[in-house]
């Protein structure tokens, strides 16, 4: 059986059981008609119309199913063409993009503005969340693409890619007694009320990590999960901030004569990686593929391509 005998049945039905409106509707033959019917008769082994001579008189019983059923397969292949017909208009539709506040804030402007030039046609939505709900949104078709530090890389069904390595950076008003110190150690810092990022973002957790290696338990007195409102903290005098690189590298307050002096604490807490995920099964449009070039120099639409074919799945920075 084919589609080309659905559709002739289904529109025989439709003119009245008359063939030869029916050719004229589908432009082909009358005998062709016939033959394609007699065979799906044959192969299903029922009579689907009633014949006087040549001529269709009526639709039998199984024949009213058989049109139930071929309504709906014929219904089901139109909405693939939809489908195809939207997907395949690469340079217009709709990217969602799942990730955290930090890198919508701080990562993506410069990408999208980017994205924006190259691909005017489509609509960027930002859907903000912890890691964990970044790995669920994609997981369950709710966003094509999604960047965080935690979680991606772990969850069942995701294939992800490194973007880029940064490390915690400390911040402290200019005027605190720690600012003139250039190498400051675990024990220093303990010592002092902390603002930082709540448990499951930012890599708290290998920050709690190296202070009970050293036997130590931070004062963490506020977590948050804005890196601007853990900077606000700081300079109302709450504690010293911990916050990921890229929030003070463009500040002009965290710059030589700011307000804000901030020291590197990779040597602490070790290097982080943001990656960015898509699900395992995913159709990626070319405008997805231009948004991770655009996020990441590191990113090329090949490497991807391997990834999703499972050939890149152990590649690292």
Same mark, same amino acid.
């Given at each position: 059986?084919?589609?080309?005998?659905?559709?002739?049945?289904?529109?025989?039905?439709?003119?009245n059981l008359n063939l030869t409106e029916t050719a004229k509707a589908l432009y082909t033959s009358q005998p062709g008609i016939s033959k394609a019917i007699l065979e799906l008769e044959e192969e299903l082994g029922i009579d689907i119309f009633v014949r006087h001579g040549k001529?269709?008189?009526?639709?039998?019983?199984?024949?009213?199913?058989?049109?139930?059923?071929?309504?709906?397969?014929?219904?089901?292949?139109?909405?693939?063409?939809?489908?195809?017909?939207?997907?395949?208009?690469?340079?217009?539709?709709?990217?969602?993009?799942?990730?955290?506040?930090?890198?919508?804030?701080?990562?993506?402007?410069?990408?999208?503005?980017?994205?924006?030039?190259?691909? =005017?046609?489509?609509?960027?939505?930002?859907?903000?969340?912890? =890691? =964990?709900?970044?790995?669920?949104?994609?997981?369950?078709?709710?966003?094509?693409?999604?960047?965080?530090?935690?979680?991606?890389?772990?969850?069942?069904?995701?294939?992800?890619?490194?973007?880029?390595?940064?490390?915690?950076?400390?911040?402290? =008003? %200019?005027?605190?007694?720690?600012?003139?110190?250039?190498?400051?150690?675990?024990?220093?810092?303990?010592?002092?009320?902390?603002?930082?990022?709540?448990?499951?973002?930012?890599?708290?957790?290998?920050?709690?990590?190296?202070?009970?290696?050293?036997?130590?338990?931070?004062?963490?007195?506020?977590?948050?999960?804005?890196?601007?409102?853990?900077?606000?903290?700081?300079?109302?005098?709450?504690?010293?901030?911990?916050?990921?690189?890229?929030?003070?590298?463009?500040?002009?307050?965290?710059?030589?004569?700011?307000?804000?002096?901030?020291?590197?604490?990779?040597?602490?807490f070790g290097r982080n990686t943001t990656r960015i995920a898509f699900k395992r099964s995913a159709y990626l449009r070319s405008f997805v593929y231009t948004f991770a070039?655009?996020?990441?120099?590191?990113?090329?639409?090949?490497?991807?391509?391997?990834?999703? %074919?499972?050939?890149?799945?152990?590649?690292?920075?």
């Amino acid at each position: 059986m084919n589609l080309h005998q659905f559709r002739f049945i289904q529109e025989a039905a439709r003119r009245n059981l008359n063939l030869t409106e029916t050719a004229k509707a589908l432009y082909t033959s009358q005998p062709g008609i016939s033959k394609a019917i007699l065979e799906l008769e044959e192969e299903l082994g029922i009579d689907i119309f009633v014949r006087h001579g040549k001529r269709l008189k009526r639709i039998t019983e199984p024949g009213q199913r058989v049109l139930q059923a071929v309504d709906v397969i014929l219904r089901e292949v139109a909405n693939l063409k939809r489908i195809g017909e939207e997907y395949s208009k690469q340079d217009s539709g709709t990217l969602v993009i799942a990730t955290t506040h930090t890198q919508a804030r701080y990562l993506l402007p410069g990408p999208l503005v980017a994205l924006r030039k190259r691909h =005017p046609k489509v609509v960027v939505t930002l859907l903000e969340a912890a =890691p =964990p709900q970044v790995a669920q949104m994609l997981l369950e078709d709710r966003a094509d693409v999604g960047l965080a530090t935690e979680a991606l890389a772990g969850t069942e069904g995701l294939l992800s890619l490194p973007c880029y390595e940064w490390q915690h950076m400390l911040v402290m =008003p %200019a005027d605190h007694p720690l600012a003139a110190t250039e190498r400051l150690t675990l024990e220093q810092i303990a010592r002092e009320p902390v603002v930082s990022y709540s448990a499951a973002y930012a890599g708290r957790t290998r920050i709690d990590q190296a202070f009970a290696l050293k036997g130590l338990s931070p004062q963490v007195v506020l977590e948050a999960t804005d890196a601007d409102v853990i900077k606000t903290y700081v300079r109302h005098g709450m504690g010293l901030g911990i916050v990921p690189e890229i929030t003070v590298k463009d500040d002009p307050a965290c710059a030589a004569g700011g307000d804000l002096v901030v020291r590197p604490m990779g040597q602490f807490f070790g290097r982080n990686t943001t990656r960015i995920a898509f699900k395992r099964s995913a159709y990626l449009r070319s405008f997805v593929y231009t948004f991770a070039e655009l996020v990441s120099e590191r990113m090329n639409r090949s490497l991807i391509e391997k990834l999703m %074919a499972g050939q890149a799945e152990h590649y690292e920075l």
